[in-house]
């Protein structure tokens, strides 16, 4: 029995699955068990940041791992306060408490918990189009129905408002609202981009309200936009921002930033995790940082993303089924006139990994490491794909 025969018999059916088996990366590359050297533009849905295996990522787990491998939160640890002191040096100004957990869900989870426990309002604005996890807290911020219905109902106390909109945004808000969450990109759901100003704009609603802003910043944090964090385009902080995916390069890692003022209010006991802020992880989560840093990947993402873009843009061989090329860095989306899936499968055999957003929009994550000859690359395989696609639905 095969790899694939085994996780078939054993395992959940809970994800959508490639028939193909993955064995090592390196840089942005992945290959096969049958040795199919792909080039990944999902970088494990955002997650490989700073590419498969870096050295210096690598190096600095296997120096942690021979001396600790866990260390709970009740004891200090060398490991945790040097990824600590790095990640605040990088945070928007006056973030400067951390949660350290294992996951994006997680730490929605806790930025839930610290809004209630900061305002003592149970009510919490999210946006339509949104999704900030699957656990039951993230859940009821989630707005895409196939998500919620099937485990309702959720937790109460929760709105959902149109993205884009700071006048449905307004309307909104009532004496039980504590907290305003939102995507500075929203991710899950297309690639949506908000208007210039939007951010900026919620931010200043709830300053006029007395309410926290939460930014869920799990996909678009750690240099994917093109800066550190996407609230910093449009120079604002959120009260509590929420990190994941990318923080250490693949090992699980999930943090809460807030304002000391606003994480204060949570007491002793009142949250924990087991494994959050594990010594693998932290130098995990030290060496990422320190190869985003040097290696300007914040900027080359800010760079070969609109390079990309300007090149998926001029397929003009392809405009027949492209709607919309849009993204920030190199966080983008391609919006066709139909399902992607096929698009999906056939770039996989063409030896490209790309991923969806959304039923009709293929999603572009790749490593911040990629040069302009694997864009390039990329880009003539999904305009071979496209084309055929085109061909297939428009004949002549």
């Given amino acids: 029995m095969n790899v694939i025969e085994k996780e078939e018999l054993k395992m959940a059916g809970l994800y959508w699955k490639r028939p193909i088996e993955i064995t090592h990366g390196s840089g942005v590359h992945l290959w096969d068990r049958d040795g199919n050297k792909y080039l990944d533009c999902t970088s494990n849905y955002g997650v490989a940041i700073t590419g498969h295996c870096h050295p210096r990522v690598v190096e600095a787990v296997q120096i942690q791992a021979e001396k600790l491998l866990s260390c709970h939160g009740t004891f200090y640890n060398e490991a945790r306060s040097e990824f600590l002191e790095k990640l605040i040096s990088i945070a928007p100004r006056d973030l400067d408490k951390a949660f350290l957990s294992n996951s994006g869900t997680e730490s929605v989870e806790f930025a839930l918990k610290l809004a209630r426990r900061s305002t003592g309002k149970p009510g919490i604005i999210s946006m339509m189009g949104g999704f900030h996890g699957k656990t039951m807290g993230s859940l009821s911020a989630t707005w895409n129905k196939k998500y919620r219905e099937p485990f309702m109902p959720l937790i109460p106390g929760f709105k959902h408002v149109p993205y884009g909109n700071l006048e449905r945004l307004v309307e909104s808000i009532d004496e039980e609202t504590g907290a305003v969450l939102v995507e500075p990109i929203q991710g899950e759901s297309g690639i949506n981009v908000p208007p210039e100003g939007y951010l900026k704009g919620v931010k200043e609603v709830c300053e006029a309200n007395g309410i926290l802003l939460i930014l869920d910043e799990i996909q678009t944090g750690l240099g994917r936009t093109g800066t550190w964090f996407a609230c910093q385009k449009e120079g604002i902080v959120p009260n509590i921002m929420c990190l994941s995916k990318a923080v250490a390069s693949g090992l699980p890692m999930g943090v809460t930033l807030a304002e000391e003022g606003v994480m204060s209010k949570m007491k002793m006991g009142e949250h924990s995790s087991t494994f959050g802020g594990g010594p693998l992880a932290c130098a995990a989560g030290a060496a990422t940082i320190d190869v985003l840093r040097e290696e300007k990947l ?66 572009l994550l790749p490593p911040l490491i990629i040069e302009r000859e694997q864009i390039d690359a990329v880009v003539a395989v999904l305009d071979d794909v496209l084309g055929e696609e085109q061909a297939a639905r428009f004949p002549g």
């Fill in 298 to 363: 914040p900027e080359k993402a800010a760079e070969n993303g609109e390079y990309l873009i300007k090149n998926l843009s001029g397929l003009e061989s392809c405009q027949r089924i492209i709607r919309e090329v849009r993204g920030r860095g190199l966080m983008i989306g391609l919006e066709l006139r139909f399902d992607v899936l096929n698009v999906i499968m056939e770039t996989m055999k063409n030896n490209v990994l790309v991923l969806d957003a959304g039923r009709n929009v293929v999603r």
